[in-house]
């Protein structure tokens, strides 16, 4: 039991639906026959949310770091001392500092390796601005954080992946970020993200285009000729198995996604309006390509409707399995190559080669 995998949990916004839906998930007795969770908050805001939504059967485990988690219940670490004045609904300073203080405190732990992996509840981009965070979002701080070159914003569910080259930034920048090298990279992070973290075998990417109708031949746009087709070739050429580009609208109108195991789209938008049109509820953000594994719900802070016990805790489970089957399917890869290596034989085939896990 003490070898569980265990997944730390940051709050996220306090007056935000984060805690409504981590709890709904934590009540859940199947969560610890899979993992161990620890949360990063405190106590009395946990019981806040706790007795607005009535569930007076459940319990924290209090622990003063991640070592002592117990295996058989919910953890949860206190990261700070003083009272907090809890404002459900309301985007303020509050907010953004606890969800912060919490951040920090669960990425150390990651770092550190004190946790396998980091499930992030929603946080309000603005309100969590400060002097040791200046990032677009969860992304880019665990890129900084953990010391990785690059990351893919990539987007899962059962029915569809869907990664993108650009993330958070506005749409006026989209096009001058859009570099044969980006795709390239991008392309490269998503095939090793498919193999390593979800053991899909020879996965097979559909790349899209930037413009409508992916340039119609260059009427609408030139990028698709001068800058993705190029990238898709270098990127086939390094292994990738990937076509493209593909018309946004008609492909996914049609429903080509089906026919591939993941998607690249060109900015945030594109990829993720569809996305979210077919697995809103249950779908879940991964940091592919980070040196540590961080997933997160598929949905925001949700302040119209927290405290009113109406958020739906399913992209939160997901987001938690997710976590636990990479840190799994990472941690038997390793093993298998490590057992291949003692026994002195060639390394003839992969885990990769072994398994075809979706998530």
Known sequence: MSNKIKIGISIGDVNGIG???????????????????????????????????????????????????????????????????????????IGGKYALISLEKATEDLIKGNIDALVTAPINKHNIQSETFKFPGHTEYLMERSGSNDVLMFLLSEDIRVGVVTGHIPITDVSKSITTDAIVKKLVLMNESLKKDFWVEKPKIAVLGLNPHAGDNGLLGKEEAEIIMP??????????????????????????????????????????????????????NYSAGLKIVRTSPDHGTGYDIAGKNLADPTSFIEALFAATHIVRNRKEQEELLKNQLRSGGKIIETAADTKDDAN
């Open 231 to 284: 990238a898709i070739q270098q990127a086939f050429d390094k292994g990738v198995i990937c076509f493209g580009p593909y018309p946004a609208d008609g492909f996914f109108g049609k429903g080509g996604y089906k026919q591939f195991d993941a998607v690249l789209a060109m900015y945030h938008d594109q990829g993720l309006i569809p996305f979210k049109t077919i697995a809103f509820g249950t779908g879940v």
């Open 19 to 93: 805690l409504e839906v981590i709890l709904k998930t934590l009540s859940e007795n199947r969560i610890l026959d899979y993992c161990t969770p620890i949360v990063y908050g405190h106590t009395k805001v946990a019981s806040y949310h706790r007795k607005a939504l009535g569930l007076s059967d459940f319990n924290f485990n209090v622990i003063t770091e991640a070592q002592l988690a117990n295996p058989k219940k919910a953890n949860i670490i206190n990261c700070w001392e003083e009272d907090v004045k809890i404002d459900l609904g309301v985007a303020n300073e």
